[in-house]
């Protein structure tokens, strides 16, 4: 059994539970090899809309949710944030569900000292839609990239490869996606800069990225559909960005930043 990665933070997004694209059995072996003092969820954790339109609830979602509120149970503290796929769990804003605290964002101070403003993304839409025409063209292309994506995904388990998007890998080469990543990327870190936040961790778009700009950290955890990817705290205060290696049974180190360091120039991953 691989020892336990401990973290002071995970921050974990988009998984869709009720999706079947979701991939809930890679998430589960990674929660069950990790032990953090905290869990953001930061948004569309249950598909909702995706259960509205076809019931779809395995095994593994419900071991993915219950494994969850264990360890909330259990004195990790859990802070769930929804996003606009679980967006009627906003109206729990200020409550509990079970042991999980339920807010429209969420401030959090590094060890380090940094503050680090969480929230889904969803709230940026506006700024990054190119007009209705565009937005319900790419409702149905991604549609038919997870479609694609299954597919591959499927041939490439039966020949024993690791776990691959070919979603993830397109989208990269269109260039309307890329601006619009870039506009989603802009409107995140202009509002750390009004909220005077050090960092912004968000979700949504389903695209991993951590990179500096501007004199802020913007760090897009990913998602359990396409990407399988998560953001965590070192118990030393680095942030890192990781993937999970579903062949391997462990995690790739993707991306990291030294939060006890001062503003550098601009790198990323994506």
């Known amino acids: 059994m691989a020892k336990k990665q401990v973290y002071q933070s995970l921050w974990l997004s988009d998984i869709h539970l009720g999706c079947r694209d979701c991939k809930a059995e890679f998430l589960l072996h990674l929660l069950k090899q990790t032990r953090a003092k905290r869990i953001f969820l930061v948004g569309d954790i249950i598909d909702v809309w995706a259960l509205k339109r076809r019931v779809h609830w395995p095994a593994a979602h419900n071991d993915v949710l219950q494994y969850l509120m264990y360890l909330a149970r259990k004195g990790t503290e859990v802070i769930y944030i929804p996003g606009n796929h679980d967006q009627l ?156 290696d579903d062949k391997a049974g462990e995690c790739q180190l993707l991306a990291s930043h030294d939060t006890r360091e001062p503003a550098a120039p601009e790198s990323k991953v994506a």
């Open 89 to 244: 769990f906003k109206a729990y804003k200020g409550l509990e569900l079970g042991d999980i605290p339920v807010h429209e964002q969420y401030t959090y101070t590094s060890i380090t000292g940094k503050k680090i403003l969480m929230l889904h993304g969803d709230q940026f839409d506006d700024e990054v839609c190119f007009g209705k025409l565009y937005a319900k063209l790419g409702d149905h292309l991604y549609d038919l990239l997870m479609f694609l994506n299954r597919v591959v995904s499927d041939w490439r388990q039966r020949l024993g490869y690791s776990y691959w998007s070919l979603a993830g890998y397109i989208k990269s080469r269109i260039g309307k996606a890329q601006e619009a990543i870039l506009r989603y990327q802009n409107a995140a870190i202009n509002e750390a800069k009004r909220q005077q936040a050090d960092m912004i961790i968000c979700g949504h778009i389903h695209h991993p990225c951590l990179l500096e700009k501007d004199g802020v950290v913007y760090a897009n955890d990913g998602d359990w559909i396409e990407n399988c990817t998560y953001l965590c705290e070192t118990m030393e205060g680095e942030l890192q960005l990781r993937r999970w």
